[in-house]
């Protein structure tokens, strides 16, 4: 109270917060569970509505903070996650046929049948805050990178590192069926190097890690570009009824690739093999099935899958196409969701004209040729995670898939953790704290960039082996420990700055779960200083 003016009613509230928390999780807990299971979908509007009035939606992508959009008349809109358009590109002549991100999202590549690719910067350099750019929306912007093709563009892929990469590297697809790998000249200008060709039109081409998945009619070829060794090859039973459907590639981690195409769906793992000589890498099949339905885009949700479904190809003269329809399918394709979309026009659609993205965020988003709509996935996904558990137990590592959903990727867990360190640390109260209690490892992380890395470093690693993610790099050094019991209202300090950080992340919506977690880690702390057994607590 001496230290900050107005603490004793922020710590009033955060109390009352904490209150709340738990006699929600009491709730959450009780036997009698009146939550029900349901997806909840909303319509983009507003800029949407009026870009799509007199143009059709051709490409989509999604990231935390906004979405992409690409029409028949080659603009590239950049939209907020209400639909609202924050800048607009005009780069291409004619339809846009794919758009991508970096890993970071701060740099967007798009491609058009024009066969022209381009990759955009989105946050401006001299704006100090390092925002999006949110000027006046433009009709032609100035391009990173423009490459024209003799033939059209069909998929567009660049290095996920691709801000901070020596070598800014873009993947193309194109038409004639040359995959090519684009990067900067020795002076001036860029260069193209084949990485594949002469086996039908390119699909589709995905990058995660320093792995590059592609698609023509033969399958699926997986690429080592660290390395520049080819993986594997994974066959796809090809006919001509799949041209009328369009080919997913969606990498679900750094190791597990998602495919389907037709009615095919299968998942494959990069895994190591032992040699005499060396370690191998080898592409793995894990999950294989066929639907009776034809698939328009496809998207893992912890251990489930969402797909959407078309029930139908291209209508035929004298027919009208049915309703599509969003699916959740175990990967044994085990159903438990099957939505019919109210899409506007559905009858002169076909698989072609949906796509799905997602899932960012508990969010996923369905494109039509006339609209977008969004699914939010995270009621259902808590409902389905409790009620599995306690009914039919199918989930053995239910706990797993809920935090691995949560977790989201490794830079999303480190800014978490390390903003709400170095908020915790840097806080007033906490300060006067840490002056008390003179040296340890809390003192030292307040006065050491270092020890903070270190200390985040350590949290990352094994929060990610709680949810069950394989990790290849070795566990980092554990901090030194303390044997200081943390106070009541330090703890409470510590869950305030956990909340900033979560929303700095547009991640509020799992506040619960974190709360949850950490009256777990509180009540093991209890337990401690009363000199419970620990292994006695469920």
């Not at 060709?197 to 690429?223: C, E, M, T």
């Not at 093991?524 to 469920?538: F, H, L, N, Q, Y």
Request: negative net charge; proline residues 3%; glycine residues 8%.
């Amino acid at each position: 109270r001496r230290v900050h003016g107005g603490l004793s009613s922020r710590m009033s509230s955060l109390s009352d917060f904490v209150q709340v928390s738990r006699q929600e999780l009491q709730m959450i807990n009780s036997d009698e569970e009146t939550e029900e299971s349901h997806l909840v979908y909303s319509r983009l509007a507003s800029s949407t509505l009026e870009i799509l009035e007199f143009q059709k939606c051709t490409a989509f992508a999604a990231a935390p903070r906004f979405l992409a959009l690409g029409t028949d008349a080659g603009s590239v809109h950049l939209l907020d996650i209400h639909g609202n358009e924050i800048r607009r590109f005009q780069n291409h002549m004619s339809s846009v046929n794919d758009i991508t991100f970096d890993q970071s999202f701060e740099f967007m590549a798009s491609c058009g049948a024009d066969g022209s690719v381009t990759v955009l910067g989105l946050y401006e350099e001299e704006n100090s805050g390092g925002g999006l750019i949110t000027s006046a929306i433009a009709h032609i912007s100035p391009a990173v990178v423009q490459i024209l093709y003799p033939s059209p563009a069909t998929c567009v892929s660049i290095d996920p590192r691709y801000g901070s990469a020596f070598y800014k590297t873009i993947c193309v697809g194109c038409l004639d069926g040359q995959l090519f790998l684009n990067t900067p000249g020795w002076l001036r200008g860029r260069k193209d190097t084949i990485l594949h060709n002469n086996q039908g039109p390119l699909a589709n081409v995905r990058w995660k890690g320093s792995y590059i998945a592609w698609a023509n009619d033969k399958g699926v070829k997986i690429f080592n570009h660290a390395t520049g060794q080819r993986l594997g090859f994974v066959r796809l039973a090809f006919d001509e009824s799949m041209r009328s459907c369009r080919c997913i590639l969606s990498w679900e981690t750094a190791h597990t690739l998602l495919i389907a195409w037709g009615k095919k769906v299968k998942i494959v793992s990069i895994q190591e093999k032992e040699t005499p000589t060396a370690k191998q890498e080898q592409v793995v099949l894990v999950h294989s099935f066929t639907t009776d339905y034809w698939i328009s885009g496809i998207a893992a949700l912890g251990d489930y899958l969402v797909i959407l479904a078309c029930n139908s190809l291209a209508p035929e003269t004298g027919k009208k196409a049915v309703q599509p329809e969003l699916r959740i399918v175990s990967r044994s394709c085990q159903e438990y969701v099957n939505d019919a979309l109210s899409i506007n026009g559905f009858e002169n659609y076909g698989p072609l004209d949906y796509k799905l993205e997602g899932v960012v965020d508990g969010m996923c988003f369905v494109t039509s040729p006339k609209e977008v709509i969004g699914v939010d996935l995270r009621t259902w996904f808590s409902w389905a995670v409790r009620n599995f558990a306690k009914d039919t137990g199918e989930l053995a590592s239910t706990s797993q898939n809920s935090l691995r959903l949560r977790i989201g990727e490794v830079e999303v867990v480190r800014g978490v953790i390390r903003d709400a360190f170095v908020g915790f640390l840097g806080d007033p109260l906490i300060t006067e704290w840490l002056h008390g209690i003179g040296q340890g490892f809390w003192h030292d992380c307040a006065s050491s960039e270092e020890k903070v890395r270190n200390a985040v470093d350590f949290a990352c690693y094994h929060l990610h082996r709680l949810a069950g993610d394989t990790l290849h790099q070795p566990a980092p050094p554990a901090p030194h420990k303390s044997e200081l019991m943390i106070p009541e209202k330090v703890l409470v300090i510590l869950k305030y700055h956990t909340l900033i950080a979560l929303t700095r992340h547009n991640i509020a919506g799992y506040h619960d779960d974190v709360l949850r977690l950490l009256d777990h880690a509180k009540l093991v702390i209890t337990c401690a200083e009363k000199g419970t057994d620990r292994t006695s607590i469920g």
